[in-house]
């Protein structure tokens, strides 16, 4: 190889290496874009941290239908399915049906009659083995059988009937995984974290899973604590340390 052959080599190699955290950023940045959050800055820092998630595109969701209320998140409100697991179907399955329940008229119970919503009611979707799937685009209020105001709220729903069965225990750490994270990309208080009970005359999420809220809460609190430590000693991106890491 020639003098000035070896220097071109060695420049490529570079220029490589000068636009490899460029290519890391991008990889940050298309996983962020899987949870939306106040900012892009905020979105872009929470990433790492995210749970995988089953998307849309993964389990072929329809496009919603018009009438979505935007919403910027304030709380989350935790549900059951109040249908036992069931390990037989894939998650995809279970979003399709899901959504092709929510976007047509039905009978909720023999009294109730829902209307056709514009999308599943839920933003995410948690299954008996603790894969997440991505339901309505969280910028948009979720809808209810119940009566009160979606708007402002994250819905979070975890497969099974816990009435009568109990939380898988991979299924509550991915919950806790996903609280975690969720707090951080809408600055929710552990406070601002409720169970569909707290809002409407139901018993939903379950006694066996209300038996155990106490001490998830209480974890998760300590990990959006760990979390914002751990972001706020790096360098952070602006709009996460204005928000997160700066007093007052
Ligand atoms: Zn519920």
Redesign the pocket.
């Known amino acids: 190889m020639k003098a000035n052959e070896a220097l071109v080599t060695r420049r490529n190699a570079l220029a490589l290496l000068a636009s490899l955290p460029v290519m890391l950023l991008r990889l940050g940045e298309a996983k962020a874009a899987l949870f939306p959050a106040l900012d892009e800055d905020v979105a872009a820092e929470v990433a790492p941290y995210s749970p995988a998630l089953v998307t849309r595109e993964q389990w072929r969701a329809k496009p919603p239908l018009p009438g979505m209320k935007p919403q910027v998140p304030r709380g989350i409100i935790i549900?059951?399915t109040?249908v036992r697991q069931n390990a037989g179907l894939p998650l995809e399955s279970k979003m399709r049906n899901l959504q092709s329940f929510s976007q047509q008229p039905g009978q909720v119970s023999p009294k109730v009659l829902k209307p056709a919503w514009p999308d599943v009611p839920y933003h995410y979707y948690i299954d008996h083995a603790g894969l997440i799937a991505e339901g309505r685009d969280v910028r948009f209020a979720g809808d209810?059988n119940t009566k009160y105001d979606t708007v402002g709220y994250i819905q979070l729903?975890l497969e099974g009937d816990f009435e009568v069965e109990h939380p898988a225990s991979a299924q509550v750490e991915l919950t806790r995984q996903l609280l975690a994270v969720l707090m951080l990309c809408w600055n929710v208080p552990v406070n601002r974290i409720s169970v569909?009970k707290d809002h409407a005359p139901?018993t939903?999420?379950g006694r066996n899973f209300t038996k155990l809220l106490p001490d998830l809460l209480a974890k998760v609190a300590e990990d959006r604590q760990r979390l914002t430590v751990e972001l706020c000693g790096r360098a952070g991106r602006p709009g996460f340390v204005k928000r997160y890491c700066e007093p007052g």
Request: aromatic share 0%; proline share 11%; glycine share 0%.
């Open positions: 549900h059951h109040a209810t729903v569909h139901t939903c999420p």
